[in-house]
């Protein structure tokens, strides 16, 4: 015949610790895994947001984007254009008067 041995009080007590310790445990688990479910939605909600549409891809190479680079262009082409000339035209001036110095000093 087995003897049942008797359970205090204290080690009921002492059971509910250990059963409250595990619960806090799965609970922080859970805690931790929702968390990274929702780092890892916000990252790609993120990630969707930041990628270029079709449309985007396309126009950043055509249309709209196109005529404004075609236009940068050729106002820059047109001022360096005319500063060249503002450029020859100063040095002609320069050596015009040049000229017409040494021809007064000739007379």
Do not use: W
Not at 50 to 74: C, H, M, N, V
Not at 83 to 88: G, T
Request: aromatic content about 2%; some cysteine; proline content about 1%.
């Amino acid at each position: 015949m087995r003897i049942r041995r008797r359970r205090s009080p204290a080690s009921r007590a002492e059971r509910r610790r250990r059963r409250d310790g595990r619960d806090r445990e799965r609970d922080s688990q859970l805690t931790r895994s929702l968390e990274r479910i929702h780092r890892k939605r916000r990252a790609e909600r993120r990630a969707e947001r930041e990628r270029l549409s079709d449309a985007e891809l396309k126009r950043t190479y055509t249309g709209l984007d196109r005529a404004y680079a075609e236009q940068f262009i050729a106002v820059c082409d047109e001022s360096r254009s005319a500063a060249a000339d503002r450029s020859d035209s100063l040095t002609s001036t320069a050596s015009s008067d040049l000229t017409n110095h040494t021809r007064h000093l000739d007379l």
